[in-house]
Nanobody, 120 residues
Framework: QVQLQESGPGLVKPSQTLSLTCTIS??????????WSWIRQPPGKGLEWMGA???????YYSPSLKSRTSISRDTSKNQFTLQLSSVTPGDTAVYYC????????????WGQGTQVTVSS
């Protein structure tokens, strides 16, 4: 059973960089042909895919967030991370990490989500 767990600060100041980590257990980030994504849900809005890193380490980003987003991985810790720069209150959301078999597949495993609030 694969489990994903997001971690990081719950409060970030405007203009700073938001940094979150997703820790994978019960599976490996480098085995299988999987895509590991970051998804967020602002209050009162739908889910927004932010980007992903695949089994080979290749990264993919939402065009609307590409200039501010960076996704990387630490294979020794079985983790992948999200960095979102120059945050504004509009980046306040619940942030999720999830796994899928491709960029177009449904996600088969999700983290529980972590609330991030951008406020001074």
């Amino acid at each position: 059973q694969v489990q994903l767990q997001e971690s990081g600060p719950g409060l970030v100041k405007p203009s700073q960089t938001l940094s979150l980590t997703c820790t994978i257990s019960g599976g490996s980030i480098i085995t299988g042909y999987y895509y590991w994504s970051w998804i967020r849900q602002p209050p009162g809005k739908g889910l927004e895919w932010m980007g992903a890193i695949d089994y080979s380490g290749s990264t993919y980003y939402s065009p609307s967030l590409k200039s501010r987003t960076s996704i990387s991985r630490d294979t020794s810790k079985n983790q992948f991370t999200l960095q979102l720069s120059s945050v504004t209150p509009g980046d306040t959301a619940v942030y999720y990490c999830a796994r899928a078999g491709s960029l177009n597949d449904e996600y088969d495993y999700w983290g529980q989500g972590t609330q991030v609030t951008v406020s001074s």
